[in-house]
């Protein structure tokens, strides 16, 4: 099956007659749209525009309100100063966002009247920071997470973050895990959420009465919702709380009374999570996961009936992850972007059995932001476009296109094309695969191949434009580049993703290497000229490869898993495994999958890229594959970040990563084309 793609979304961009393909200070140069909020009405939206200064190796983000019909769009806060996390008041009288001014360390609250102008008005002074923004349904205060310790007031806090960054001992001490997630260390401090009203004053605590904390991992606006009356909270708590063996579930509690905290969800041991109230107040949205520790589990709509104090699955047997999902106005429905079969589509949600409907279809859209009418504004992108702020017609799916922030450097890209096919893999399952070809592509003449293989493992690749490998830049350094999502990805079903649990190499490993294979008999493919990479998961077949069989000429592993034992020292290595797959419990299991007992058959030259603040995947997995190339003495070279963690996100260093990748697989894998 072929699905060939337009090198246009759903808009033109036009080309301009000096238009060249992309490269990374191009793609650098364009303006990244953050997740937008609509106006009640539907008659604008807001949204966070970052422009990026590659030679001072900066980013400064700015809100813009966008008017819908698409109109002259204008700027709502000031350059040189951050903004983020927007929200419209319920009543469209207000513009929430946090910002960091007047010399804060720690991002605060502000609100902005969008009626009659004025200035932003700060609301809090809080020294632990405020983030997760989220109003009271009648826009008289909003909601904010911030990280306290329980006991100490805010004057308190403060002088207890200025001793500990004045102090000149530097241990850190630990009783219980997690003590990190991602590339921050995690403290003795808890997650809470308060309020503040938009005449500021001492900011209100709303959970820390019930002393359940918000998970320490991320937590933030999706992690909790105000009722609409404004009278209770629900919100997400781990009822384990060892840092262990976790168990989030949905807790409710009164606000304001005192009264004690329910939980919603003691039936599930896995996680329950994303609560949000019906706009009648009478239900409550959550997604929930069944298969305890495996985050890749689907996620499946449940409505707890707040009345009668019951739960239900809604969709039951819709074979896809229904996360991140809103209400619409009439309570009938839920609304959201959902991982479906190699791209992200929108879907609507029916509480009365029907089937869910896919509103829109091309495309990847994701961050939706629903008014009261029913009108969506959404980013929308592809691999040939960055994220546009879009509206979106519920019935129709058209997408109207509302930002113009980018069309004068788009207008002087050639994009490459780019299409979807699928190919038999593993047991002779189907596999999706993207093929991004290079601008001018000519099916008569020989390309080089580059094969990308995506993280995760249970994360698909979709139709998206990705700022760290971005498939048109290798293409337009005269490669053909092939994205397959092996077994294990999301959005292809539950079967199929759980399919690679707990030998995560087997099928993963054939499907790239029969994927490949397909790629090599196809007559644009110089078989001779094949290298192949990845990041996190990615680096981790990367190196499984490595140690095996396979066609490729040279290999990139970025943030490779490289020895699994060692692996405990991730950012969840405390946590317990799956079904009780611990490493001194199942020795073979981890002998068999772990990419160092490949090492006596390390050939292939292999670009080895890690960096020191990464905690998901430690930095010791980068050094032991680059020293055991070295020792075996192949071809390698190792590329090390000290600034940055899972990913390569400064401009300066992202430049410096694309160019160490492009000369390495030339060295081994001339681009362009041959007759």
């Known amino acids: 099956m072929r699905l060939i793609l337009p090198v246009a979304l759903l808009f033109a961009t036009g080309l301009c007659e000096a238009a060249k393909p992309i490269d990374v200070d191009t793609m650098w140069s364009l303006k990244r749209l953050g997740a937008p909020t609509i106006a009640p009405d539907g008659s604008a939206a807001v949204a966070p525009v970052t422009t990026f200064d590659t030679k001072e190796n900066k980013g400064r983000t700015v809100l813009w309100r966008f008017p819908i019909p698409a109109g002259e769009a204008r700027a709502l806060t000031s350059e040189g100063v951050d903004a983020g996390a927007p929200s419209y008041s319920p009543d469209g009288r207000w513009l929430a966002f946090t910002s960091k001014r007047e010399g804060d360390d720690v991002g ?9 102008g004025g200035e932003a008005r700060r609301l809090t002074r809080v020294p632990t920071g405020v983030g997760g923004i989220k109003w009271y349904p009648d826009s008289s205060r909003v909601a904010f997470v911030t990280r306290v310790w329980p006991g100490k007031d805010w004057k308190a806090a403060a002088e207890e973050l200025k001793k500990r960054k004045e102090t000149k001992v530097s241990a850190r001490t630990w009783d219980k895990a997690p003590i990190r997630y991602w590339d921050q260390w995690l403290d003795d401090r808890e997650a809470h959420v308060y309020s503040v009203g938009l005449d500021g004053g001492d900011p209100v605590a709303l959970t820390l009465p019930s002393g359940r904390p918000l998970p320490p991992q991320d937590p933030g606006a999706g992690s909790y919702d105000i009722a609409p009356d404004g009278k209770s909270i629900a919100f ?27 939980n919603l969800t003691p039936e599930n041991p896995g996680n329950d999570f994303s609560p949000r ?13 069944t298969i305890k520790g495996f985050y890749g589990d689907t ?44 791209t992200s589509r929108l879907y609507e949600v029916y509480l009365d059995g029907r089937k869910p409907r896919a509103i829109t279809g091309k495309g990847d859209v994701g961050a939706p932001d ?5 009108s969506i504004v959404a980013l929308q992108q592809s691999f040939v476009s960055p994220p546009r702020l879009v509206s979106i017609d519920r019935r129709s799916g058209k997408a109207s296109v509302l930002d113009r922030i980018n069309d004068d450097v788009l207008a002087g890209i050639e994009w490459g094309s780019y299409e979807s096919v699928t190919v038999k893999g593993a047991r002779g399952d189907d596999v999706q695969m993207w093929i991004n070809y290079p601008p001018r592509f000519d099916r008569s003449r020989k390309y080089p191949l580059f094969v990308l293989i995506h993280g995760g493992p249970h994360n698909g690749i979709t139709d998206a434009f990705a700022w760290r490998w971005n498939a048109q830049v290798f293409s337009a350094w005269g490669y053909v580049t092939a994205w397959p999502n092996f077994h294990g990805s999301s959005g292809f079903g539950q079967a199929f993703t759980d399919s690679i649990n707990p030998d995560q190499d087997t099928l993963p490993y054939e499907d790239v290497i029969k994927a490949t294979e397909w790629m090599a008999a196809q007559p644009y493919i110089d078989s001779n000229r094949m290298v192949a990479g990845g990041g996190s998961y990615g680096g981790y077949l990367t190196s499984i490869i490595l140690g095996r069989e396979h066609p490729f000429k040279a290999l990139v592993a970025h943030a490779a898993v490289y020895n699994w034992f060692t692996q405990v020292a991730a950012d969840y290595g405390a946590s317990k495994r799956r079904d009780g797959q611990e490493f001194w419990k199942a020795p073979e299991l981890f002998a068999k999958s772990s990419p160092h007992f490949g090492a006596g058959n390390f050939k292939t030259p292999t670009l080895v890229i890690h ?11 980068g050094i032991e594959l680059f020293n055991t190339l070295q020792n075996q003495g192949v071809e390698s070279r190792l590329v090390y970040y000290p600034d940055e963690n899972h990913w390569v996100l400064k401009p300066a260093n992202s430049l410096h990563w694309y160019g160490e990748v492009k000369a390495w697989i030339e060295k081994f894998a001339k681009p362009g084309v041959t007759p």
Do not use: C, M
């Open 108 to 116: 605060q609250l502000y609100v902005l009247p969008l009626e009659g």
């Open 236 to 262: 997400v708590s781990d009822t384990a709380r060892n840092g262990v063996d976790s168990n989030p579930d949905i807790w409710l509690q009164p606000i304001g009374s005192g009264g004690p905290a329910r």
């Open 277 to 289: 109230f019906s706009p009648d107040g009478r239900s409550l949205a959550f997604a929930r996961q």
């Open 299 to 342: 996620q499946r709509l449940f409505v707890h009936d707040l009345r009668r104090g019951a739960n239900r699955a809604i969709a039951a047997d819709w074979d896809r992850s229904a996360g991140g999902l809103q209400w619409s106005r009439d309570g009938k429905s839920l609304v959201g972007a959902i991982d479906d079969a190699g």
């Open 370 to 374: 629903l008014a009261r009418d029913g």
């Open 611 to 621: 960096g020191e603040q990464d905690f998901r995947v430690p930095v010791n997995h």
